[in-house]
């Protein structure tokens, strides 16, 4: 039978449960087992896709097409399996269902309540993730905090669940904050005390404590928290600050977090094959020569925005074993006068996705720095569209050309509103979402960097380019790289004459990984590479000739 682990965590959020989460499912399945993971939001949006990234951070999508947390991106690169709808349940998907089964009739008369009705509809949406293949072990990751009303019903859903499935099958994994008090000078346990009794209050009993800290927990410590939190003092570990993430999995593993797990839930003992991760992270620490990549967007002050871009770009950076220095540009600061400023010196230009009128300019002058400087570049959605705009007015001679999302009176619409979003009108789940086929034109850059005749990748959009001006730009040198399997849509453009000039309609960074980097990044980068050697050896020579 499938095995279950729910994560809690205590005393502040943004803890680390869901890199926490991925780790501990890597190393399962390091260890062989087949492995989901789901994450749990208490909030009341249905999903995170009208949110806004100051208060969510990014929207990751899956292949089937769901908006959902960014932790499902956490899952994905650390495990290797691909996530969907059932990997991420909200409040408002719960209270949402409940209420339909009410409005059907389906309670036939019951008065509906939190308990059983939204607990029961938890338990089965779990349930239901647990049915779709036969997994091993799913962990559950609860968001939140402990104490937070918002989580209550899931945790008193989750405290429900043993006596669905059996005790034997399920193990409760507490993330605690183990302060360090400077004036003191010591590490402080009581906040984790306090939140394990929390916890043990809802009738939850953690069987294995993460104490997340800056600095060692003594034995002493251990032992303390083991007994004040009532459990067994190898059961305490800690989750200790890193410099890099991918190192957390192999921090677990020399601990015993792993093995811990495995005998706790009566699995079947399995040597891990760490090798692979191990590799990666020798070779991660291995790394000397650094190389600077302009990030351009709106929400540049927000690590969490863009958290898959970071992500890709470092695992193509580790695939060309360059160090990736992330120069962040907020696009509102690039004007004619200040470009130079601002972007000379990168090695790449990187212009994300994204939404909405602010900073679309600056966006535009930083594509057009790229082409005419045969700088590497790479455009990812909004990112290749404002691209296209740019060699619209300045190669094809297309005065005012822009978006109608910015600009509904332009006299050049060269990207529009696709057309199956013309009559809708709710907000929510209702773009071009999921993964689609595109077709790679044959002796292309992407058609080289892919080595496939086509490719399935992710979206999130309601514009694409104008078919009106296809024939322009491709008179004008343009090359559409890439189209969908209908010849339709436009996915992907680049130009054959640059270094690296690629733009795509899709988010390829949905789909790296570590161990695998994106294609797109990682030719990328190593265009970046060739591009930072030349100039750092032009700029010797210069020095020399002086």
């Known amino acids: 039978m499938t095995k279950f682990i729910f994560i809690t965590g ?67 690169r650390f495990t290797g ?13 719960i209270y949402y269902s409940v209420i339909s089964k009410e409005r059907r009739g389906d309670y036939l008369g019951s008065t509906v309540q939190v308990i059983p009705h939204i607990t029961d509809e938890i338990k089965g949406s779990i349930l239901r993730l647990a049915d779709q293949d036969t997994y091993d072990v799913i962990i ?3 968001g939140g905090t402990v104490g937070d ?51 043990r209050e809802i009738g939850i009993q953690p069987d294995i404590l993460m104490c997340r800290t800056e600095h060692p927990v003594s034995e002493g410590n251990r032992q303390k928290i083991a007994l004040f939190c009532n459990v067994s003092p190898n059961m305490v570990f800690e989750a200790r600050d890193v410099d890099d993430i991918y190192k957390i999995p192999l921090q677990f593993s020399e601990q015993g977090v792993d093995r811990a797990i495995i005998k706790k839930l009566g699995l079947d003992r399995r040597a891990p094959a760490v090798d692979a991760w ?14 600077t990549i302009g990030v351009v967007g709106k929400y540049i002050e927000l690590q969490d925005a863009y958290k898959s ?34 972007l000379a010196g990168l090695a790449g230009i990187l212009i994300p996705g994204g939404f909405g009128q602010r900073g679309i300019e600056g966006k535009i002058l930083a594509a057009q720095f790229a082409r005419t400087r045969k700088i590497p570049f790479f455009g990812i959605c909004l990112g290749m569209q404002v691209a296209l705009i740019e060699f619209a007015r300045n190669v094809c001679g297309l005065d005012g050309a822009h978006s109608r999302e910015f600009n509904e009176e332009t006299p050049h619409p060269v990207v529009d509103l696709l057309a199956t979003q013309k009559t809708i009108t709710n907000m929510g789940g209702t773009m071009r979402l999921g993964a689609y086929t595109c077709r790679l034109q044959e002796g292309t850059k992407a058609a080289a960097a892919y080595g496939a005749p086509q490719v399935s990748e992710r979206h999130r959009h309601r514009y694409e ?82």
């Not at 399996?81 to 998907?93: A, F, K, P, S």
């Not at 993330?175 to 402080?188: D, H, N, R, S």
């Not at 074993?321 to 006068?337: A, G």
């Not at 559409?480 to 453009?493: H, K, Q, W, Y």
């Open 149 to 199: 009303i918002e989580s209550q019903p899931f945790l008193e859903a989750i405290r429900q669940f043993p006596y669905e499935v059996g005790r034997e099958h399920c193990l409760f994994i507490h993330l605690t904050l183990i302060p360090y008090l400077a004036a003191a000078g010591e590490l402080k346990t009581k906040p984790s005390q306090h939140s394990v009794r929390a916890l």
């Open 140 to 142: 559950c990751e609860i």
């Open 309 to 342: 871009i970071y992500e890709a770009l470092r695992h193509g950076a580790i695939g060309n074993d360059v160090h990736l220095k992330i120069q962040r540009i907020d696009s509102e600061t690039i004007t004619p006068e200040t470009a130079d400023e601002r």
């Open 278 to 291: 191990r590799a990666l992270v020798d070779r991660i620490t291995s790394i000397h020569e650094d190389l």
């Open 81 to 93: 399996e691909t996530m969907g709808r059932l990997n991420n349940i909200t409040t408002g998907q």
């Open 465 to 546: 380019v104008n078919n009106k001006y296809r024939p322009l730009f491709e008179e004008q040198g343009l090359v559409l790289a890439g189209t969908s399997l209908d010849n339709r849509l436009v996915e992907m453009l680049e130009l054959p004459d640059h270094p690296w000039f690629i733009g795509c309609q899709f988010h390829p960074e949905f789909k790296s990984r570590p161990l695998s980097p994106h294609p797109l990044f990682q030719g990328f980068i190593g265009a970046a590479k060739v591009h930072a050697r030349a100039a750092q050896a032009a700029a010797q020579l210069g020095k020399a000739e002086k």
């Open 10 to 76: 205590g005393v502040v959020s943004s803890l680390g449960k869901g890199i926490s989460a991925a780790s501990i499912g890597a190393l399962l399945k390091m260890h062989g087992f087949h492995v989901s993971l789901l994450k749990i939001d208490p909030y009341l949006n249905v999903d995170p896709g009208t949110m806004s990234p100051f208060q969510h951070g990014e929207v990751f999508v899956t292949d089937d097409g769901a908006e959902t947390d960014l932790d499902l991106g956490h899952y994905e």
